[in-house]
Nanobody
């Protein structure tokens, strides 16, 4: 059984920054691909960012490239999402997810473990 707990969400003005954290337990952290997704009310879940288990490969959704950065700390068993130059359209519940694979994917159904989400609200 694997557990993921997100934190760091909140209310921020447009142009501001937030850093989300996801603490992972119950698995071998370094063997999992970790990813961030987001979902706004009435919208489908959207891929945001992902990182390989080794941390040497990262991937980003087109809407966040150049603004968001994913990283992981294998000692603390934590994955981070640094969000800069936030826009109102970034408002959503952000979820971290884990996949026991060496292959990174942007497809939500291929991630087997999910956190409960943390709300990010960006005001204009």
């Amino acid at each position: 059984q694997m557990q993921l707990v997100e934190s760091g969400g909140g209310l921020v003005q447009s142009g501001g920054s937030l850093r989300l954290s996801c603490v992972v337990s119950g698995g071998t952290f370094s063997s999992y691909v970790l990813a961030w997704f987001r979902q706004a009310p009435g919208e489908e879940r959207e891929f945001v960012a992902a990182m390989s288990g080794s941390g040497d490969s990262t991937f980003y959704g087109d809407s966040v490239k150049g603004r968001f950065t994913i990283s992981r700390d294998n000692i603390k068993n934590t994955v981070y999402l640094q969000m800069n130059r936030l826009k109102p359209e970034d408002t959503a519940v952000y979820y971290c997810a884990a996949r026991r694979s060496r292959t990174v994917t942007i497809t939500p159904p291929l991630y087997g473990d999910w956190g409960q989400g943390t709300q990010v609200t960006v005001s204009s």
